[in-house]
């Protein structure tokens, strides 16, 4: 597996990124990338030339997953957006070794973070189907992945979840938010 800059060049791997997005998420996030058309247009957003973008390319060329980053508070703190996988990739290191890469993408730009929001949507984590505006961080705490929710994987990697965002997908339905320091002192 080789982890490169997403060449804007080569359409073939942009349809295979743009597939990934529609068929990762179509599970627990139906509604994040429906069809082509609107994953074909978050890879092409993730390519802006202020944006980092990489790909996992198999020894045959093929995409086995891809990674994005934001930057924002005047390149301070990047959003890690999006993070994909192919489903049948999904264990094997892939999106660690993304995660890992991008940090050092960011931190090769003056980045000092990495944060992210993990939407729970479909109830898998303990912070749903409550309220939130009542004592977030006892809630937060006491957080239970219910049904292989991403936020543990994210603090496997390293990541503290440093809030949430009540509501943010509908009634009980939080964002939660992450991040890491990558930055040297």
């Known amino acids: 597996m080789q982890i490169i800059d997403l060449p804007t ?57 891809w990674v994005g980053a934001i930057p924002q508070y005047a390149t301070t703190a990047w959003e890690l957006h999006p993070l994909v996988v192919a489903p049948a990739q999904q264990g094997q290191g892939i999106g660690r070794a993304l995660v890992a890469d991008l940090e050092e993408q960011v931190r090769a730009r003056g980045g000092l973070t990495l944060y992210l929001g993990t939407d729970d949507e479909d109830f898998r984590t303990s912070l749903s189907q409550v309220d939130l505006y009542e004592n977030p961080w006892e809630h937060i705490a006491h ?36 991040a890491k320091r990558v930055g040297k002192k």
């Open 143 to 178: 957080i239970r992945n219910l049904n292989h929710h991403p936020y543990e994987f994210y603090q496997k990697m390293g990541y503290t979840i440093v809030g949430v965002l009540p509501d943010a997908n509908g009634w009980n339905k939080p964002d939660i938010w992450m």
């Open 9 to 65: 060049a080569n359409p073939a791997i942009i349809q295979q990124a743009a597939a990934l997005l529609v068929t990762a998420f179509k599970v627990h996030a139906p509604n994040a990338w429906p069809d082509m058309e609107s994953a074909l247009e978050e890879v092409h957003e993730a390519l802006a030339p202020e944006k980092v973008c990489r790909v996992a390319l198999n020894d045959q060329g093929d995409v086995l997953g």
